[in-house]
């Protein structure tokens, strides 16, 4: 990828053809009304127009009433959100997913991801995504929260249609670098979720060096790091100076000695309070 020609609308393929803006504006936790909807007009006036949601969040309604009010038509939006664990099942997910498209006011999702892995429920839930998108009410589907022995239980063994997209937690403190790399191997995008590791990591000695070197903030060193090594990018604010802040990542790159400084972080430290096994269960 060539850093100097990434910029704001730069777009990662996904393998069913279609693209998928490789930074996005992500709203958990945006459940106040009057937060969301300047949270996320703000991020429309900076230029975002990927938003990632998910029917755990409960707010997929304020997105539907914020778009319908902004002045940017619905092709040009890029609109994820996700099916929750207890909504798996062939019926149940058509329900839940008709009832996503009601709340965001829309037609058809651009992306919709299974949220969690779980054994029992999951393949079932994943056919009707993809009898969903055959119906065009979806453009691509994929999951969240997948470690490589999931993929290898389920998706290599099950069934033909293998997932766009595996959106995981990913940041300085943890990368996942061995699901970065099978993903690749598999021509499945990686999506970074917390990818400012809630903003723990933004203190950090190493990283502050690198911003007052840089001249720009810890946490758009951190955005500039996920883009070059490409990976979609989905930061949470609701802040409008931080929302314009992390969207500003256009007119520096990082060295290649700056990006392993980055990279030395990585300690295998979760910001999530719950992980998915490998095995059976989800936690
Ligand atoms: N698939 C999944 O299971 C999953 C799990 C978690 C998250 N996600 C998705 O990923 C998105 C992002 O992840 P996240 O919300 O967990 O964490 P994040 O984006 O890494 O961090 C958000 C936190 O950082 C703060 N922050 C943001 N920009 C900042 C800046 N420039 N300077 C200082 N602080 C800043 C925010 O505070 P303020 O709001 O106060 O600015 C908020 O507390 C979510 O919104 C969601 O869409 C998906």
Redesign the pocket.
């Known amino acids: 990828m060539s850093m100097e020609k990434l910029k704001i609308e730069s777009c990662i393929p996904l393998r069913d053809g279609t693209q998928i803006p490789q930074l996005g504006f992500?709203?958990?936790?945006l459940t106040d009304e009057q937060e969301a909807q300047t949270a996320i007009h703000t991020a429309l006036d900076a230029g975002y127009r990927h938003f990632?949601?998910a029917s755990a969040y409960e707010n997929e309604a304020l997105l539907g009433k914020a778009f319908a009010e902004a002045a940017v038509s619905r092709e040009d939006l890029f609109l994820t959100t996700?099916c929750w664990i207890s909504e798996f099942g062939k019926e149940k997910t058509r329900v839940s997913f008709e009832e996503s498209l009601r709340k965001l006011k829309t037609e058809y999702v651009d992306l919709y991801l299974l949220?969690?892995p779980v054994d029992e429920t999951m393949m079932s839930a994943w056919e009707t995504l993809i009898a969903l998108q055959a119906e065009g009410k979806i453009k691509s589907i994929g999951v969240?929260?997948f470690s490589v022995a999931r993929f290898e239980k389920f998706f290599f063994k099950h069934t033909d249609v293998i997932p766009a997209v595996n959106?995981i937690?990913a940041?300085p403190l943890r990368v996942q670098a061995d699901v970065q790399t099978y993903c690749e191997s598999k021509t499945i995008a990686v999506e970074a979720?917390?990818?400012?590791?809630?903003?723990d990591v933004?203190g950090h000695e190493i990283l502050k060096t690198l911003a007052e070197e840089i001249g720009k903030?810890p946490?758009q060193v951190i955005l500039r790091w996920h883009l070059q090594q490409g990976r979609i990018v989905?930061?949470?604010?609701?802040?409008p100076s931080?929302i314009r802040?992390?969207c500003d990542l256009y007119d520096f790159s990082l060295t290649a000695d700056q990006m392993a400084r980055v990279d030395g972080l990585e300690q295998d430290h979760s910001v999530?309070p719950w992980r998915p096994n490998d095995g059976v269960g989800w936690y």
Not at 26 to 29: A, L, P, S
Not at 193 to 199: C, D, H, K
């Open positions: 992500g709203v958990y936790q990632d949601t996700k949220h969690w969240s929260n959106q937690e940041h979720y917390s990818p400012l590791a809630r903003a933004l903030s946490a989905i930061p949470k604010s609701s802040k931080r802040e992390n999530i």
